[in-house]
């Protein structure tokens, strides 16, 4: 089993400009995430799903869209990046919200200049 | 407003020592608490997982407490080893579904 991944592990972007990080998980969860880690802080929720076909809001949902067309993708968007974007953004899937533990994807180091 | 804490945000230890990571929580509502390790450059891997029912949690030489009544976790690391070198993450699950983290502990272990 690959686990959680995620794609691309490193980008630029200039400011305006928008992208989609892909997250997949081989494990049949039922809730995925996005958080985002910036240095000295913890990590803060973006988005979450708790199945196929449904979203939710998290911490710090402003700027970015999500969706879950399919059970094992979770995708990421920025429509209009901006330089407060810039952090590290990590994908997590779980069995359930709360209960059980969490496993993480490599990341994503995205810049936005 | 929960909060985790996590102190020091750093340690430096000779190898060979045992040690003690804190958390604190400012509400005793949970449902569990998970501490996980952070490489640089990579995710996160989930070390210990704590339920709210539970006084502690073993893996290895990692030994996980938990005190709801006074808000507080601790994660004991016995005969510590450089490969224990990362960044240590606690994460806990309040009854309002809520998964607050805190910012770490940066642990160096010198050889």
């Known amino acids: 089993n690959a686990g959680v991944t995620q794609t691309p592990k490193f980008r630029v972007l200039k400011t305006g400009q928008s992208m989609t990080l892909l997250c997949a998980q081989d494990?049949?969860?039922?809730?995925m995430y996005w958080y985002r880690q910036d240095p000295g802080m913890g990590l803060r929720l973006i988005h979450y799903?708790?199945?196929?076909?449904?979203?939710a809001k998290g911490e710090v949902p402003d700027g970015y869209n999500v969706s879950r067309l399919k059970k094992q993708n979770f995708l990421l968007g920025l429509e209009s990046a901006a330089p407060s974007q810039t952090s590290v953004y990590f994908c997590?899937?779980?069995?359930?919200?709360?209960?059980?533990?969490?496993?993480f994807g490599p990341g994503t180091r995205l810049t936005v200049t | 407003k929960q909060e985790v804490t996590q102190i020091p945000a750093a340690l430096s230890v000779p190898e060979g020592e045992n040690l003690v990571l804190n958390c604190s929580f400012t509400?005793?509502?949970?449902?569990?608490l998970q501490w996980f390790r952070q490489d640089p450059g990579k995710g996160l891997t989930s070390l210990l997982l704590?339920?709210?029912s539970q006084r502690e949690q073993t893996s290895g030489r990692l030994n996980a407490s938990l005190d709801k009544s006074s808000g507080r976790s601790t994660l004991y690391i016995a005969a510590s080893q450089p490969g224990d070198s990362a960044t240590y993450l606690c994460?806990?699950?309040?009854?309002?579904?809520?998964?607050?983290w805190g910012a770490g502990t940066k642990l160096i272990i010198k050889p």
């Open positions: 997590a899937s779980s069995y359930s919200r709360v209960t059980y533990e969490q496993y």
């Open positions: 494990m049949n969860h039922e809730y």
């Open positions: 799903s708790v199945g196929e076909g449904t979203t």
């Open positions: 509400d005793s509502a949970i449902y569990n």
């Open positions: 704590i339920q709210s």
């Open positions: 994460a806990v699950s309040f009854s309002n579904y809520q998964l607050i």
